[in-house]
């Protein structure tokens, strides 16, 4: 088996699959966390590792001389659109992943960052954690992520890097709302002695970003990846960030757009985003019939749309549960997201597409309002129609009390369907 199995995040219930499914020979955690390895299978060789211990103690020998095609990582997906799988990475595919953000956002050995993500993830593990130990840049670990805490460590003006998703940013904006002025001033000045903030992992709302920049003077560098592939497009770190884009490919990637059949679309023209060199993964692990769907001509198909507009990506959305076919219209329910978030009563929304036999599919949105704010279907419908096309506007409602997450903070669309679904259907 590979060297390293990564699991979830601390808390989450199916924290031990990974390790069954990899058949994890050894086990590592620390004190506080190796409790919850009871559950692990009994075959397993159970090993605890004091973190602190073991950080201070002398190499016992140099690093061994691997080749590229070894497997080195298994991360799983996420599982907001099916059932999580094992992500083979080699050392050859990580090293290029980590190497290519090292050039492209000019990392360094003074460089220093908060980690603030589950190391169960690409964006975790990767983008900072690796990062940083390859340029020999320092990296603060959070056991998890707590807004004041986090803005604490900000405020300490030492901090050169911060990376986080666009659900940490929005508990940021509302702490630092909630705060005094005095801190409020110390908490944007620690923010103004960094050099670059990057979110990624969701689609950031263009309203977040807008606030961000009020807040910290930065314009939020977004950039694009999957777990199979590493980081693919990236905002530049110098030049214009143009909200709601992606930028351009990362040095090392190949991109390009393609129809329903496979074949080239020009520019301007949406297609499903698809990916190939030498960051992409190498297999999903005992999954060769999905490995092998996964791949086009040598292409790696993320099941993403988007378009080229000006020379810079924008992604649509998940072409299984963001583009929604009605009435013969192909439409992004990221773009009627981003209108929705602009009600004053809107505090976050989903849009999802359900089955119509009139339609094809339904728009449906389902809402997370601002305090003691209401709002009807009739009234929705009413304000989006000054702001969109007729077949863009929602046909269904559902106020919910809060969206459905997974650990990183992305709405699971297929759980937000469920809402619209007729008792029989579900």
């Not at 944007?188 to 979110?199: D, I, P, T």
């Not at 959305?317 to 929705?340: F, H, N």
Request: proline share 7%.
């Amino acid at each position: 088996m590979g060297d390293l199995a990564r699991g979830r995040s601390r808390g989450s219930p199916r924290h031990v699959a990974p390790a069954a499914d990899a058949d994890a020979a050894v086990v590592v955690a620390d004190a506080e966390l190796a409790p919850r390895l009871d559950a692990v299978p009994a075959a397993s060789t159970v090993r605890q590792l004091r973190t602190v211990g073991a950080l201070a103690a002398e190499p016992r020998s140099s690093l061994p001389d691997v080749p590229d095609d070894r497997r080195a990582m298994i991360l799983y997906t996420s599982g907001t659109t099916g059932k999580p799988k094992g992500v083979v990475t080699t050392h050859g595919s990580l090293r290029a992943q980590v190497t290519s953000l090292v050039t492209a956002w000019e990392w360094r050995a003074d460089d220093r960052i908060l980690l603030v993500l589950p190391l169960h993830h690409v964006h975790g593990i990767v983008n900072v954690l690796a990062c940083a130990l390859w340029s020999g840049a320092r990296c603060d670990m959070l056991g998890q992520f707590d807004a004041l805490e986090t803005w604490a460590r900000i405020a300490r003006g030492d901090l050169t890097l911060f990376m986080a998703v666009p659900t940490i940013y929005h508990k940021l904006i509302a702490a630092w709302e909630a705060a005094p002025p005095e801190r409020r001033r110390e908490w944007s000045a620690g923010c103004g002695r960094m050099r670059l903030m990057v979110s990624g992992s969701a689609a950031l709302p263009v309203r977040t970003l807008e606030r961000w920049r009020e807040i910290s003077g930065h314009t939020l560098l977004e950039r694009y990846g999957m777990t199979e592939i590493g980081m693919a497009l990236s905002n530049p770190l110098r030049g214009e960030r143009r909200p709601g884009f992606v930028g351009t490919p990362l040095p090392g990637v190949e991109v390009r757009l393609v129809d329903e059949r496979g074949a080239p679309v020009v520019a301007g023209t949406p297609g499903e985003l698809q990916v190939r060199g030498p960051t992409v993964f190498l297999e999903y692990w005992r999954r060769p019939d999905a490995t092998a769907a996964a791949f086009q001509d040598g292409w790696f198909r993320t099941g993403d749309v988007a378009a080229l507009e000006r020379g810079s990506y924008r992604i649509l959305g998940r072409s299984s549960v963001d583009i929604i076919k009605t009435g013969g219209y192909k439409i992004s329910a990221l773009e009627i997201e981003e209108v929705l978030r602009t009600h004053p009563a809107v505090a976050e929304c989903a849009v999802v597409g359900v089955e119509d036999a009139e339609w094809g599919e339904r728009v449906c949105a389902a809402l997370e309002l601002a305090p003691a704010c209401d709002l009807t279907l009739s009234e929705l419908q009413g304000w989006v129609k000054e702001r969109l096309a007729p077949y863009k506007v929602p046909r269904a409602l559902s106020v919910v009390r809060a969206l459905p997450r997974n650990a990183l903070g992305k709405v699971m669309k297929p759980e937000v369907a469920k809402l619209f679904r007729a008792p029989h259907q579900r």
